[in-house]
């Protein structure tokens, strides 16, 4: 059974950074697909990140350049460091993988996190 764990979220003023971390069980990271999602009230799920198993990885335009994801094979965890935040991040993250054998690069997912929440103050 695939769990995806994230911790990391929090409340920050504008321009600050906070760092998310997802942790899986029943899935190795290091040969799988994940990535991050958000959610704000009332609107739909948003793609944020995606990196595959080689470390490729794609970035929503809206957090790129601010934004970066990195594993750590040997913690079987998945980070997302999110610098100059901004009120429009403000959203539940969730953490996300894909089944092996899939193709990577979709903005989707079959397992999820229970999500984190991000407040972002003007």
């Known amino acids: 059974q695939v769990q995806l764990v994230e911790s990391g979220g929090g409340s920050v003023q504008a321009g600050g950074s906070l760092r998310l971390s997802c942790t899986a069980s029943?899935?190795?990271?290091?040969?799988?697909?994940m990535g991050w999602f958000r959610q704000d009230a009332g609107k739909t799920r948003e793609w944020v990140v995606t990196m595959d198993r080689y470390r490729n990885t794609q970035y929503a335009d809206s957090v790129k350049g601010r934004f970066t994801i990195s594993r750590d094979n040997a913690k079987n965890t998945l980070y997302l460091e999110m610098n100059n935040l901004k009120p429009e991040d403000t959203a539940i993250y969730y953490c996300?993988?894909?089944?092996?054998?899939?193709?990577?690069?979709?903005?989707?997912?079959?397992?999820w996190g229970q999500g984190t929440q991000v407040t972002v103050s003007s």
């Open positions: 996300a993988a894909r089944r092996s054998g899939t193709y990577c690069f979709v903005r989707t997912a079959d397992y």
């Open positions: 029943g899935y190795t990271a290091s040969s799988g697909c």
